[in-house]
T-cell receptor, first 114, second 115 residues
Framework: DTGVSQDPRHKITKRGQNVTFRCDPISEHNRLYWYRQTLGQGPEFLTYFQNEAQLEKSRLLSDRFSAERPKGSFSTLEIQRTEQGDSAMYLC????????????FGDGTRLSIL | GDSVTQMEGPVTLSEEAFLTINCTYTATGYPSLFWYVQYPGEGLQLLLKATKADDKGSNKGFEATYRKETTSFHLEKGSVQVSDSAVYFCALSLNSGGSNYKLTFGKGTLLTVNP
């Protein structure tokens, strides 16, 4: 069990630029979640994948956000035309199939918008 | 909607003191309950969980009991250590359709333990 891996750990970019984050879940986990955490708050759900299918998106996920999991393994989260309010920690979690399994989190990608 | 309310911090204790962090929830169904811990610069780690009423989750000396009648899941530890300093999050999960068990978190409680 190598754990959930996220890349990059930190991203600094100028407002208006596009950014993409990657998440590699634990290998046998077919469920994958993205969350966003702002300073002093708990993580908030963004989107959920079962295998390659994106089954739920939060209303927090504006049209500028898109997530993919093309082969049911790693996932990417892209933010287009970044805004100051996008500055946050983006967390990925995965869990194994069957019932309500605990989610295992990566260390996150911290995004800073200049 | 579903929500979690937990004790506001920060909480500062001396080593070997007793810890309680209160957590209450509101849910439309019958949730599973979790405590996660986040150390500086790291992601969240599952500390303990409970899936039904009166279940007690425990790990590393921490305990929490699922109380349906009071909709609570308070975290306790009898004797804290400096290494317990971290942010603690209470969370619930409900099946929102199909296989999605997304987590709903509280705001977190920062615990600092002094030697």
């Amino acid at each position: 069990d190598t754990g959930v891996s996220q890349d990059p750990r930190h991203k600094i970019t100028k407002r208006g630029q596009n950014v993409t984050f990657r998440c590699d879940p634990i290998s046998e986990h077919n469920r994958l979640y993205w969350y966003r955490q702002t300073l002093g708050q708990g993580p908030e759900f963004l989107t959920y994948f079962q295998n390659e299918a994106q089954l739920e998106k939060s209303r927090l996920l504006s049209d500028r956000f898109s997530a993919e999991r093309p082969k049911g393994s790693f996932s990417t989260l892209e933010i287009q035309r970044t805004e100051q309010g996008d500055s946050a920690m983006y967390l990925c979690a995965s869990s194994s199939p069957g019932g309500n399994q605990p989610q295992h989190f990566g260390d996150g990608t911290r995004l800073s918008i200049l | 909607g579903d929500s979690v309310t937990q004790m506001e911090g920060p909480v500062t204790l001396s080593e070997e003191a007793f810890l309680t962090i209160n957590c209450t929830y509101t849910a439309t169904g019958y949730p599973s309950l979790f405590w996660y811990v986040q150390y500086p610069g790291e992601g969240l780690q599952l500390l303990l969980k409970a899936t039904k009423a009166d279940d007690k989750g425990s790990n590393k000396g921490f305990e929490a009991t699922y109380r349906k009648e009071t909709t609570s899941f308070h975290l306790e530890k009898g004797s804290v250590q400096v290494s317990d300093s971290a942010v603690y999050f209470c969370a619930l999960s409900l099946n929102s359709g199909g296989s999605n068990y997304k987590l709903t978190f509280g705001k977190g409680t920062l615990l600092t333990v002094n030697p």
